[in-house]
């Protein structure tokens, strides 16, 4: 969420009170984050952010705007975009595309426990289910057509057996995702990117789930895989928390039981979802966009949690 565009008081205000938000009071960019530009937009009326989006289209757009209203009316507590007279959740600032949503209460847990990553599953099941009569579609943009398309952009960028590694396993899902299993995996709408520093904690008690501009039509699996790769993994080290991951998949499997086939595919997909995010760092790393408070994340950590989930599987039925 750094700041690619910069957005003066005067136009923050006047989209605020655009859409019966009250008079600006304060507008600070938000650090970390490299896809949007991201404010923190207080008013006399309340607390919001306001995004420019970068990259994301006027025609791609409504599809992640509308899911957070879908799952907002479903009673999942996720940011709530707002409209103007019109009904229009999609605006313009500065020449960009431009959404402005409730700010969620409370704050990232940064360091999570066993109870955490529990309150993380359960949600996520309760948003698949929620999200399931969602009436748009789009694929998850960033999924194995991107990854086959990126690969040979990163490749001159790394050593000879981070090479070897990022070829190997990008043909081992590229077979993966032609196997009848995969086939058979539930789908719907994802958010792809549930991250710890994208939800939100009062001490023990979920608040919500946000930033959902990496959500598209993807497995609900490779969706789980992504939290467990992040909540369920030791940072400095990229190894496997048992205790967590067991927390997690336990509080999913009791609200939507998981498949056959998604028991049988869970090591392969937390392999996917590790590969997604090295990826995707190495290409913001090597080939960053100029931005203010542009912080791009180290690609070595997802290379780590790849070969740990391939030198390590890990059995769904070993957890639940």
């Known amino acids: 969420m750094a700041v690619f565009t910069e957005v003066t008081p005067s136009q923050a205000d006047s989209l605020m009170q655009s859409l019966n938000l009250g008079t600006l ?5 938000i650090e970390g984050g490299i896809e949007n530009t991201n404010y923190f937009a207080t008013t006399d009326q309340g607390e919001y952010v306001l995004t420019l989006f970068e990259r994301l289209t006027q025609e791609q757009l409504p599809f992640y705007l509308y899911l957070m209203k879908h799952l907002a009316g479903q009673g999942i507590p996720v940011p709530d975009p707002a409209a103007n007279r019109d009904g229009d959740i999609l605006h313009t600032v500065s020449g960009k595309p431009a959404a402005v949503v409730s700010k969620l209460a409370g704050k990232s847990q940064l360091q999570p426990q066993a109870v955490h ?29 991107w990854w086959n398309e990126t690969v040979p952009v990163v490749l001159p960028y790394l050593d000879e057996a981070q090479a070897a590694l990022l070829r190997s396993e990008l043909a081992f899902q590229n077979h993966t995702a032609n196997t009848a299993a995969y086939a058979a995996l539930p789908r719907g709408p994802v958010h792809a ?41 030791d940072l400095p080290t990229g190894v496997h928390h048992n205790e967590r991951a067991q927390a997690m998949l336990k509080a999913y499997n009791q609200v939507r039981p998981l498949s056959g086939a998604e028991r049988e595919l869970l090591p392969a997909l937390l ?26 994340h180290d690609p070595t950590h997802f290379e780590r949690v790849l070969r740990g989930r391939i030198q390590h599987p890990v059995s769904a039925s070993a957890l639940i």
Request: charge should be negative; proline fraction near 4%.
């Open 271 to 296: 392999r996917a979802g590790a590969l997604r995010f090295w990826i995707s760092r190495l290409w913001d790393y090597h080939l960053p966009r100029e931005a203010s408070m542009l912080k791009p």
């Open 117 to 145: 990553s529990a309150a993380v599953g359960d949600m996520l099941a309760r948003m698949h289910l929620a999200g399931a009569d969602y009436n748009r579609s789009q694929p998850n943009l960033r999924a194995l057509p």
């Open 25 to 29: 009071t304060e507008l600070r960019g």
């Open 193 to 233: 990117d549930l991250f710890r520093d994208n939800v939100m904690f009062d001490g023990e008690q979920l608040t919500g789930f946000f930033d959902f501009y990496f959500a598209g039509v993807d497995t609900w699996l490779f969706d789980l895989a992504v939290c467990l790769n992040d909540w369920c993994i």
